[in-house]
């Protein structure tokens, strides 16, 4: 399975402000997706990083809100605009090749908005 | 409706006792089942990926078991460690390659006491 790197790992932000959260994997993979997990909730997905062309968003998050690059196969940032303290969340990379199954999630960033 | 539905939503027991958490689903097409453990404020970590054809397998003190007809997965922890202490994550994918989609259980979260 791939392995991820995702930073930074946690961050204070003061609200109106917005923070880009990396995630770089350590090999080509198919499919790159955005998740947020809210204390005690399972996880929600923000959308699917398409390669070379506009993420797909799921109901609810929109892209001026969640802005998401992905200039390459191994590399993806989501920019969480103008935050307010709902923002609040663990937001989390996950990655994988279709075929062989290999979802595979990153630490995780652990943004508290205040 | 693709949904994945955990029991119990939480568990205390002793150091070394066994216990086991429940997954329902209904989803389909089905393509595969997996059990992730999370630790506080990290990325879910893969236990164990399943397909249809697979009844049991197995990771260390972690054995997950598949009933495809009834829709049903269990993951049973042997002789539990303090370190069992997280959340289960019981996660199904629908669909295939590009199209598939990863459908979420709410989680168990495990507290084993010393």
């Known amino acids: 399975s791939a392995v991820i790197s995702q930073k930074p790992s946690r961050d204070i932000c003061q609200r109106g402000t917005s923070l880009t959260i990396q995630c770089q994997v350590d090999?080509?993979?198919?499919?790159m997706f955005w998740y947020r997990q809210q204390p005690g909730q399972s996880l929600t997905l923000i959308a699917t990083?398409?390669?070379?062309?506009?993420?797909?968003?799921e109901s609810g998050f929109v892209i001026d809100k969640f802005p998401i690059s992905r200039p390459n196969l191994t590399f993806s940032t989501l920019t969480v605009s103008n935050m307010s303290p709902e923002d609040s969340s663990i937001y989390l990379c996950?990655?994988?090749?279709?075929?062989?199954?290999?979802?595979?999630f990153g630490s995780g960033t652990r943004l508290t908005v205040v | 409706k693709n949904q994945v539905e955990q029991s119990p939503q939480s568990l205390i027991i002793l150091e070394g006792k066994n216990c086991t958490l429940q997954?329902?689903?209904?989803?389909?097409?089905?393509?595969?089942l997996r059990w992730y453990k999370q630790d506080t404020g990290r990325g879910p970590v893969s236990l164990t990926i399943m397909t249809f054809s697979e009844n049991t397998k197995s990771n260390g003190r972690y054995t997950a078991t598949l009933d495809a007809d009834t829709k049903q997965s269990s993951l049973h922890i042997t002789a539990s460690q303090l370190s069992d202490s997280a959340s289960y994550i019981c996660v199904v994918i629908t669909g295939y390659s590009s199209a598939s989609k990863i459908i979420f259980g709410s989680g168990t979260r495990l507290s084993i006491r010393p």
């Open positions: 990083a398409n390669q070379g062309s506009e993420a797909t968003y």
């Open positions: 090999s080509q993979v198919t499919m």
């Open positions: 996950s990655a994988g090749t279709g075929g062989d199954y290999g979802y595979t």
């Open positions: 997954c329902n689903y209904t989803v389909s097409p089905f393509s595969n």
